[in-house]
Every structure is written in structure tokens, then in C-alpha cells.
């Protein structure tokens, strides 16, 4: 059965990085029908799409932090990996990994995608302090 | 901000049937998630109306245009949640969650 496993400092300071860490358990993070996300929630708010890695390293980002996030992944250690850097208060949030899976099609509409994260690690909360 | 349009709140009877809506773009298909307080979110549905093992088939969505919904028939006292969609923005251009709706069961 998959798990992931969120770890990292749970406090940061502003302007510094912040860096967090999925460890994948179950299975290989080198399936080929999966994705490696990060997704945040700040206290009280909704969720909010960080970015997915892909086990070769091809990463998407969401494009309000895109200049401030960068993804990897390590394939021995079968875990992933989050940095956030220049972080202020508003990155204030719990940060959850998660899987996902997809299923891309093509039809005479064009090109078209199913996306969902199945598995969720626990969630781990960081806190920026000034 | 959120590029998905949720209604904020919705309330139902014990009971009842509820739809939850979320407005995306018109051709991919969305997911939706609950959260409850403290825990992280749970996949209830995703790609054409599938339900992951173990989700009760109370739960069901379609699609009808730009708005997916998530329909939950004989709503339950522990369906009381919070609940996102997760699709492609009306822009096409990226997926993002949409803003979450609070549900009251009465």
C-alpha cells in the first residue's frame, strides 16, 4: 500500500528557503503512470497546487511561484523534494505530498486530461517567522 | 486566488441529495476531494465518475458544459466536509484546486 511521508523544519525564516521532503513507501517513485506533487493549504484557506515532478525530473510549477519553487526527485532514495526560497508569512501553511495519477485522451475534440491525487501524505505545517 | 468557481457554502438536509458545483474549462475532467477538520484530503472522484476503493457510491459527478459537479444522494451526518474540485482553469492554460465549499449537513 502507497504512503508518503512529509519531513522537513517546521519553522523557517523569512527570506530563507524552505525545504521539505516526500519519502515514498510501497511502491517505486519510478512508476511511469505517476506524478510526485506538492500542495499547500494555509490556515483557515483552500488548497493550492505547487507543482508535480515526473521520476525522469520534468517538473510544472504554478505559475505564482514558479520563480520560487523548484522540485526533484531522487530515485534510490525513492523521495522527492520541495525548496521554496524568499519565503515570507504567507507561505505560512501545511504542506501535503501526494500522488498523481492520469489519463490523458484524444478525441475530434483535441487533446484532453483526467488529473487526480490519490495519496496524500499526512501534511506537515511550516511556519514562516520575521 | 482560485480560478475554479465554488459556491463558498452549501447546506442540506440529513438525508437529502446535494450537487456541488465548480466551473472549469469545458473539456477536461475534474477531481474532487473532502477534508475534514485536521486531516488531509481524500479522493472521492475522478477521471469519468470513477469512486477509489472504499468510497461509498453515495457519492457520484458529471460534467455538463464548464461546470463539473459532485453529487452526494442520501447525504450522511459524517458527510459534513469541506470539498474541492480539481481541474483545468477556464484559461486552459494550468490545473489548480478550486476555492472549496463548506458543507452543512442540517
Known amino acids: 500500500q502507497l504512503q508518503l511521508q512529509e519531513s522537513g523544519p517546521g519553522l523557517v525564516k523569512a527570506s530563507e528557503t524552505l525545504s521539505l521532503t516526500c519519502t515514498v513507501a510501497g511502491d517505486f517513485i519510478t512508476r511511469s503512470d505517476s506524478y510526485w506533487g506538492w500542495i499547500r493549504q494555509p490556515p483557515g484557506k483552500g488548497l493550492e497546487w505547487i507543482g508535480n515532478v515526473y521520476y525522469s525530473g520534468s517538473t510544472s510549477y504554478n505559475p505564482s511561484l514558479k520563480s520560487r519553487v523548484t522540485l526533484s526527485v531522487d530515485t534510490p532514495k525513492n523521495h522527492f523534494s520541495l525548496k521554496l526560497n524568499s519565503v515570507t508569512a504567507a507561505d505560512t501553511a501545511v504542506y501535503y505530498c501526494a500522488r498523481q495519477g492520469y489519463h490523458d485522451y484524444y478525441d475530434s475534440r483535441g487533446y484532453y486530461s483526467a488529473k487526480w491525487f490519490d495519496t496524500w501524505g499526512q501534511g506537515t505545517l511550516v511556519t514562516v517567522s520575521s | 486566488s482560485s480560478e475554479l468557481a465554488q459556491d463558498p457554502a452549501v447546506s442540506v438536509a440529513l438525508g437529502q441529495t446535494v450537487r456541488i458545483t465548480c466551473q472549469g474549462d469545458?473539456?477536461?475532467?475534474a477531481s474532487w476531494y473532502q477534508q475534514k477538520p485536521g486531516q488531509a484530503p481524500v479522493l472521492l472522484i475522478y477521471d469519468k465518475n470513477n469512486r477509489p476503493s472504499g468510497i461509498p457510491d453515495r457519492f457520484s459527478g458529471s460534467r455538463s458544459g464548464n461546470t463539473a459537479s459532485l453529487t452526494i444522494t442520501g447525504t450522511q451526518a459524517e458527510d459534513e466536509a469541506d470539498y474541492y474540485c480539481?481541474?483545468?482553469?477556464?484559461?486552459?492554460?494550468?490545473?489548480?484546486f478550486g476555492g472549496g465549499t463548506k458543507l452543512t449537513v442540517l
Open positions: 469545458s473539456l477536461n475532467y
Open positions: 480539481y481541474s483545468r482553469d477556464t484559461t486552459g492554460d494550468h490545473w489548480v
